[in-house]
């Protein structure tokens, strides 16, 4: 957080407005002590981060038990991610030591626990790769860069003995290994040219196959799926196009599963939107490609004769999210054993449900105007539609209809919402006062209520772009501006009712501008 006297540094807060502080001034005035995309994490014994530091600034990390003396100077460097060792004790990233030597450093967040374990290694020409640290049965590997090698798999144990290459996969090129995902006791990544990696851990057990996890529809996380023991994703290759793949790490048990669209074309490539493999129990549901211009909605269990059609219906495209490049895809969940999502169908356009077989799949409700989000709450489903739109439903035809009409539209078509204890929270207009509010519904009249009121603040023209559930609260921030990029002014803090819904922080305590709103750890 900034403001005006301190400029941006790292703060503290137990929850209460009391209880938020600043914990130092780094680079005391206005200078910025924390850079704008500092990473901050967590150890067992304290906060990392990367600040500015001397008269002329330079940038470099620190170390904080959370108070104002137990913030140390640890050396130079500009990390954008930490690597935690097994024991969660210490931290792994690139940096330099206090003589200005460069490498992979291991801290425990003290200046003499903090060493050089790796001089002269680099974290590769792409600093994406910095954030590929993992732990694999007791061992930390990541993207390591050395002139004789490339970018390849390295492996740690926070000592300079214990780090080492780990194996040199890709001898031309180099590996790159990223996007990691743990499976069980292995661990898949992706490498140079987008093929899939894996390993467990040993040299015998790390190799890569020759699919393609990255490229267009493939770059969501969420068509990385772990899937029992196996990964379950969408992958390319030149014969079949993008299509739906499985892998248990071994060269037999890699294979596509299903060529949804025989040959060359491609049933699971986005372009403008993304659809995310949604996994519901013991199935996975998504929506494909069954010709040129057909989608149909499927189901696998991850198996060749278990991925089937269900239905040929189009998956309601959403909305799109502020920046304008990317689409909310409201998806499938799940309610009383029953999958629901939203659709167009030869039935018609609104709420479908399904078993994961064309006998079962039915069309309960129609809904004529832009389909946006779907979200199940304790009472049954919320709709969101033209952004204007609230309706609720039982699973049932007849308990399906209008919950709420908004006067002026749901912000960012719904986009701006979270769920905590079940029951939907979500950004909209008060159409008392036209300001941003916060209201909570469990999918009932009256269980529609406002817990913020944006017409009581003070100024009255404030807007809200941020909302999220950590541990048993929402979180939002206010601002001045509607523009997304701009800060929030303001931390706010919900357990769901108006008198428990508090401000945590503002410029009155030293804050003035917050980049955005994470959740670490639930706290």
């Not at 097994?86 to 940096?95: A, I, N, P, R, T």
């Not at 541990?471 to 001045?480: A, E, K, P, S, T």
Request: charged fraction near 15%.
């Amino acid at each position: 957080a900034e403001d005006g006297t301190h400029g941006k540094e790292l703060w503290t807060s137990d929850g209460t407005e009391v209880g938020t502080n600043l914990v130092k001034d780094i680079n005391p005035g206005l200078p910025h002590g924390l850079t704008y995309n500092s990473p901050v994490v967590v150890s067992n014994t304290a906060v990392f981060f990367v600040g500015y530091f001397g008269t002329i600034p330079q940038l470099g990390v620190y170390a904080s038990d959370g108070t104002s003396e137990g913030m140390v100077y640890l050396g130079p460097g500009s990390p954008s991610t930490f690597g935690f060792t097994d024991s969660g004790e210490s931290v792994l990233y690139y940096g330099s030591d206090l003589e200005n030597t460069s490498g992979l450093i291991r801290s425990d967040g003290t200046p003499l626990g903090t060493e050089l374990i790796s001089p002269g290694l680099k974290s590769g020409e792409n600093s994406v790769l910095e954030s590929s640290f993992v732990l694999i049965n007791g061992s930390t590997f990541f993207s390591g860069n050395t002139e004789k090698n490339g970018t390849e798999l390295w492996v740690s144990d926070g000592t300079a003995l214990g780090t080492r290459l780990f194996k040199d996969i890709n001898k031309t090129s180099g590996t790159s290994a990223r996007r990691f995902r743990e499976v069980g006791d292995q661990t898949f990544f992706a490498c140079n040219g987008g093929i899939l990696g894996v390993s467990d851990g040993t040299l015998e057990g790390t190799k890569t196959f020759q699919v393609i996890v990255e490229g267009r529809g493939t770059g969501d996380e969420a068509n990385l799926v772990e899937f029992g023991d196996k990964l379950i994703f969408v992958g390319y290759d030149s014969e079949h196009g993008y299509e739906l793949w499985t892998s248990d790490g071994t060269n037999a048990g890699t294979y596509m599963i299903k060529d949804i669209i025989p040959g060359t074309a491609s049933s699971l490539e986005r372009e403008a939107t993304k659809h995310s493999l949604s996994k519901i129990g013991d199935k996975i549901y998504f929506s494909a490609n069954i010709n040129s211009t057909t989608e149909a909605i499927w189901v696998t269990d991850g198996t060749p004769e278990g991925t089937t059609k269900v239905a040929d219906i189009r998956l309601s495209s959403g909305g799109q999210i502020p920046n304008g490049e990317e689409w909310h895809m409201p998806g499938f969940t799940l309610l009383n054993g029953q999958v629901y999502f939203l659709g167009i169908g030869s039935d018609g356009q609104g709420l479908y449900k399904t078993l994961g077989t064309p006998e079962s799949t039915e069309f309960v409700y129609s809904i004529n105007s832009s389909l946006r989000q779907i979200y199940t709450t304790k009472n049954g489903l919320v709709i969101v539609a033209s952004t204007t739109d609230l309706y609720f439903s039982d699973g049932t035809t007849t308990g399906t209809g209008p919950l709420l009409t908004l006067n002026y539209g749901l912000s960012n078509g719904g986009g701006f919402a979270t769920i905590l204890n079940d029951e939907l929270y979500f950004v909209e207009n008060n159409p008392d006062n036209l300001m941003h509010s916060i209201y909570k519904t469990d999918g009932t009249p009256e269980g529609t209520v406002i817990i913020y009121d944006g017409g009581t603040h003070s100024p009255p023209n404030t807007y809200i772009n941020d909302i999220l559930t950590c541990g048993n609260y929402i979180y939002f921030g206010v601002r001045l501006s509607p523009n997304f990029d701009s800060p929030n002014l303001e931390i706010w803090r919900s357990d769901g009712t108006t008198a428990g819904t508090i401000l945590l922080a503002t410029a009155e305590n030293g804050l003035d501008a917050l980049s955005d709103i994470t959740c670490l750890n639930e706290i």
